[in-house]
Structure formats: structure tokens, C-alpha cells
């Protein structure tokens, strides 16, 4: 028996049947309806898009129509109609999108893309007169772009409030960087940038600048160099300034200065004048423009017809003394010359070196016995402006007698004073008016040469000298 060709089906006999041929049988059945069924839809598809692009084309087709019939008689009315057929037209084609499928929106949007060119051929008429009023319907308006404005005009949620010790470093130049909270501050409005500042004065007198925020930014310029306290939740960005968010704000206006008249010529009041202010009076160099009630002790002395009281340092360029003023006080004076008196009255110390007292009391004081006595001591003389060298044992002394004259006085300077050993300048006035004299002592302590030089200076003012000479002292042991 031969054999079948490859490819060609096996001959089975009529009457037998089996169970694999069966199965093949049913599994092919199977797949040709599946086949047969997804090509029924995708026909069925097919033709449902085709109707629906036919229609969407159709319906754009005589709305076009209608628009150009209507644009020639009623030029007036021309925007509006092919406003109406672009709406008809978007209306149809949302309705044919929700119907189609997927792949029906390329023919729904060939069609649309087609309709407008039958009215651009068939109504030449209406293109000269509803081409322009359609070209800016259909052109997009761009809105304007306002500019960003850095005002802000909402006010933050409220905060904690500041500590001292925050509010202290928030006052600081140089610190509390990054503090924020509740509190208030006051200071001088300015304008910054066109944007309301707060300038503050610091703890160290530094001045710092806060920016105002919030709805009332816009009216705050107004209090330009206004005193203004605002309160809000302040925020310190930098260590020089920050920004506050105002909730509440004063503003008072600047002090208008006031020209004050010129005070009448009155004295000034006068006070007591303190210890500390006193031993001023009475010291070299000091205390100059002092003016006040006090009591000062000293030495009473002449000078032509005025009385001066001679305080600390006599008889050197560093001494100071006073000009007694006062009838009632000078009426009794001249029995006291050479001897130590306490004044009261006000005193004026003009310069380092002295002054007037407006004497209102004086008091005699018993005079400071001698530090040295010249009993048992060997005395050397000079008498008069003889420039001489004399020769003084150590620890004896030696005097020296000047004539005085009218507003002038004789002094040594403090230095030579010092080497030389000076104990007293004695002023002794004149027998029966005649002229006053200065006596000088000195107690040389030390072995040795010196020269000592003595001024005729100005009183009250002993730089200014009128002459002077010098004498050579010699120290023996």
C-alpha cells in the first residue's frame, strides 16, 4: 500500500471515529470565530467612523454655505455671522469627538481643515468685507503683564513675642541676625527705594533700618521724617536692619524748632561750691571758669591799692591768688597785711592762676607758726636786684629783699624753689606807706652750686615778666 504525499490529509474510514481527531477539531472552530468576529468589528468600526466623518463634513459644508449666503446682503453683520459658524463648527466637531474613536480624530480633523476653503471659494464677495473683522476676532489677544510688585499686602500669622534679651540683640548693630517676633519699635520714617524705612537708633547709638510691610505700605511714605512707632512681627534678615510687618502704627509729626529769644542779661545762679571743687580753686593750673559760693584761707598781700589773697604756692611762678573785691569787706583790710585770713564770697576763677572773690565775710586765722626757726643760725643777706654769688653754709640761710611794685610781683621758678630750699616769701609792706618789700628765705639742704634766677611777673598772671636777674649760690658743708 503506498504511502500518502507529505502535506496531503490521512483517509479515515467513515465509521471510526477518536477522541484526539474530535479535539483538533473543536480548538480550529474556535479560532476561525474568533477571527470571524474581530473582523465583523473592525468593519463595523470602520464604516461607523466613515458615517460620522461624512456627516461632521456634510454638516461644516452647509454652514459655510448659509455664512457666505448671508455676508453679501449684510455687510454690517459680518463678524457675527462667521462667529456663529465657528461656534457651529466647534459644537460639531466636540459632539463627533465624544462618538468617534481614537482613530477617527485624524478624518474628523482632515474634514474640518477642508470645510473652511469651500466659503473662501464660493463667497468672494464676503471676503473683502468680514475678511478683516474675522482675521481680529480669530487673532489671540495676549493679556497686558502687570509688573511684579514687591509691595507686600498680607500680613503673616502672629508670632511669639520678643524676649528682652531678643529685643537687646534685635537693638544691637552687629548682632541678632535671624531674631523674630512679636513687639514694636519706634524711630525716624524715610524712603528708601520708594518703600517706607524705619530708621532706629541702636543700643551703641547706631542707627538701623527696618522696611515696613504690609497693607498700609502704600500710606506710611506720607509720615516722611515723622517720629512713627509701628508694631508688628518684627524679622531681623541682616545685622543692620530687617523687615517688620505692621499691624498698628502712630505717627507724630517732627518738632518744629523754635527759635528762642535771646535771654535777658541776668547772673547766672550761683551755687556751693563742692570740696573737690574748692581744692580745684586752689590749685596751679586748674579749675579755670569755676564760679561760686566757697570759703578759701590764705595769705593777705598788697598790690598798689588792691588786696590780694594769696591761696597756694607764694612766692613762685606757679602762685595763685586773688583780688579781693567788696567796699564792706575791704573797708578793714590793710591792719591784716602779711597775716592769714579765711574769705567767703563767690568766687571767680578766671584763669589757672587765679581770680576775684566778691568777699562777703573775712575772718582773721592765726598765722602758721614758722617751720624754721632762724634763732641760732647763721643768716646771709642780699638786699636789692644785685646779681652776686654768695657762699652759705649747709643747713643755715640765706635772705633775700626785694622791692615791689604796683601790679607786679617777685617769684622763682618751682624747680629752684626745690634745690635751693625755700621756706617762706614773706610780703612786708612799706613804713608809713612807703613801698612794699619781699622777703625770700631759703635753708639750702644740699651741697653744691645753684643758681637761682627771680622774675618781676604780672600779677595774676606770672608768665608775663618784666624783668629779672640771677645769683649764684654756693653750699658748704
Known amino acids: 500500500m503506498a504511502k500518502p504525499k507529505s502535506g496531503a490529509k490521512k483517509a479515515t474510514p467513515a465509521g471510526k471515529t477518536g477522541a484526539k481527531p474530535a479535539a483538533k477539531k473543536d480548538k480550529s472552530a474556535r479560532l476561525d470565530l474568533i477571527k470571524n468576529a474581530s473582523k465583523r468589528v473592525a468593519t463595523s468600526t470602520t464604516?461607523?467612523?466613515?458615517?460620522?466623518?461624512?456627516?461632521?463634513?456634510?454638516?461644516?459644508?452647509?454652514?459655510?454655505?448659509?455664512?457666505?449666503?448671508?455676508?453679501?446682503?449684510?455687510?454690517?453683520?459680518?463678524?457675527?455671522?462667521?462667529?456663529?459658524?465657528?461656534?457651529?463648527?466647534?459644537?460639531?466637531?466636540?459632539?463627533?469627538?465624544?462618538?468617534?474613536?481614537?482613530?477617527?480624530?485624524?478624518?474628523?480633523?482632515?474634514?474640518?481643515?477642508?470645510?473652511?476653503?469651500?466659503?473662501?471659494?464660493?463667497?468672494?464677495?464676503?471676503?473683502?468685507?468680514?475678511?478683516?473683522?474675522?482675521?481680529?476676532?480669530?487673532a489671540p489677544v495676549i493679556p497686558a503683564v502687570e509688573k511684579p510688585r514687591p509691595r507686600a499686602t498680607k500680613l503673616p500669622p502672629p508670632g511669639e513675642p520678643l524676649t528682652k534679651r531678643e529685643m537687646e540683640q534685635l537693638l544691637t548693630a552687629g548682632e541678632g541676625r535671624g531674631v523674630t517676633g512679636e513687639g514694636s519699635l519706634k524711630g525716624r520714617?524715610?524712603?528708601?527705594?520708594?518703600?517706607?524705612?524705619?530708621?532706629?537708633?541702636?543700643?551703641?547709638?547706631?542707627?538701623?533700618?527696618?522696611?515696613?510691610?504690609?497693607?498700609?505700605?502704600?500710606?506710611?511714605?506720607?509720615?516722611?521724617n515723622h517720629k512713627v512707632s509701628v508694631s508688628g512681627l518684627i524679622r531681623k534678615t541682616t545685622n543692620h536692619g530687617g523687615v517688620v510687618d505692621v499691624r498698628k502704627y502712630s505717627a507724630k509729626k517732627p518738632e518744629a524748632e523754635v527759635v528762642e529769644?535771646?535771654?535777658?542779661?541776668?547772673?547766672?545762679?550761683?551755687?556751693?561750691?563742692?570740696?573737690?571743687?574748692?581744692?580745684?580753686?586752689?590749685?596751679?593750673?586748674?579749675?579755670?571758669?569755676?564760679?561760686?559760693?566757697?570759703?578759701?584761707?590764705?595769705?593777705?598781700?598788697?598790690?598798689?591799692?588792691?588786696?590780694?589773697?594769696?591761696?597756694?604756692?607764694?612766692?613762685?611762678?606757679?602762685?595763685?591768688?586773688?583780688?579781693?573785691?567788696?567796699?564792706?569787706?575791704?573797708?578793714?583790710?590793710?591792719?591784716?597785711?602779711g597775716h592769714t585770713l579765711q574769705v567767703m564770697g563767690v568766687v571767680d576763677k578766671?584763669?589757672?592762676?587765679?581770680?576775684?572773690?566778691?568777699?562777703?565775710?573775712?575772718?582773721?586765722?592765726?598765722?602758721?607758726?614758722?617751720?624754721?626757726?632762724?634763732?641760732?643760725?647763721?643768716?646771709?643777706?642780699?638786699?636789692?636786684?644785685?646779681?652776686?654769688?654768695?657762699?652759705?653754709?649747709?643747713?643755715?640761710?640765706?635772705?633775700v629783699r626785694l622791692p615791689e611794685q604796683p601790679g607786679f610781683t617777685w617769684a622763682i621758678e618751682p624747680t629752684a624753689a626745690k634745690r635751693v630750699g625755700l621756706r617762706e616769701a614773706n610780703f612786708e609792706p612799706g613804713p608809713n606807706g612807703?613801698?612794699?618789700?619781699?622777703?625770700?628765705?631759703?635753708?639750702?639742704r644740699n651741697p653744691g652750686t645753684s643758681e637761682v634766677e627771680f622774675f618781676l611777673a604780672k600779677a595774676l598772671a606770672p608768665g608775663l615778666v618784666d624783668r629779672s636777674f640771677k645769683i649764684n649760690v654756693t653750699v658748704k658743708p
Not at 99 to 118: G, L
Not at 194 to 221: A, C, I, S, Y
Open 47 to 138: 464604516k461607523v467612523v466613515k458615517a460620522v466623518a461624512e456627516t461632521v463634513a456634510k454638516g461644516a459644508k452647509s454652514a459655510a454655505k448659509k455664512v457666505a449666503a448671508e455676508v453679501a446682503p449684510e455687510k454690517g453683520k459680518a463678524t457675527e455671522k462667521v462667529d456663529k459658524a465657528e461656534k457651529i463648527d466647534k459644537t460639531e466637531k466636540v459632539a463627533a469627538s465624544k462618538k468617534s474613536a481614537a482613530k477617527a480624530a485624524p478624518a474628523a480633523k482632515s474634514a474640518t481643515a477642508k470645510a473652511p476653503a469651500a466659503p473662501a471659494a464660493k463667497a468672494p464677495a464676503g471676503k473683502s468685507a468680514g475678511g478683516k473683522a474675522g482675521s481680529k476676532a480669530s
Open 189 to 224: 520714617l524715610v524712603v528708601l527705594n520708594e518703600m517706607p524705612n524705619l530708621v532706629v537708633v541702636g543700643r551703641d547709638k547706631r542707627e538701623l533700618t527696618f522696611l515696613l510691610q504690609g497693607p498700609d505700605q502704600e500710606v506710611l511714605p506720607a509720615y516722611v
Open 261 to 337: 529769644a535771646p535771654p535777658a542779661d541776668t547772673e547766672p545762679r550761683l551755687r556751693y561750691l563742692s570740696p573737690g571743687e574748692v581744692s580745684m580753686v586752689t590749685a596751679a593750673g586748674m579749675g579755670a571758669g569755676i564760679k561760686g559760693f566757697a570759703a578759701v584761707r590764705g595769705n593777705l598781700e598788697m598790690t598798689g591799692e588792691e588786696f590780694v589773697l594769696v591761696v597756694s604756692n607764694g612766692g613762685t611762678r606757679q602762685q595763685v591768688s586773688f583780688l579781693i573785691e567788696g567796699k564792706a569787706a575791704v573797708k578793714g583790710l590793710r591792719k591784716f597785711v
Open 350 to 399: 578766671t584763669s589757672g592762676w587765679g581770680g576775684r572773690i566778691g568777699a562777703e565775710n573775712v575772718e582773721p586765722r592765726p598765722s602758721e607758726a614758722r617751720a624754721v626757726s632762724r634763732d641760732e643760725m647763721e643768716l646771709v643777706h642780699i638786699e636789692g636786684e644785685v646779681p652776686t654769688s654768695v657762699d652759705v653754709k649747709l643747713n643755715h640761710g640765706l635772705t
Open 434 to 444: 612807703g613801698p612794699a618789700t619781699r622777703e625770700f628765705f631759703f635753708t639750702p
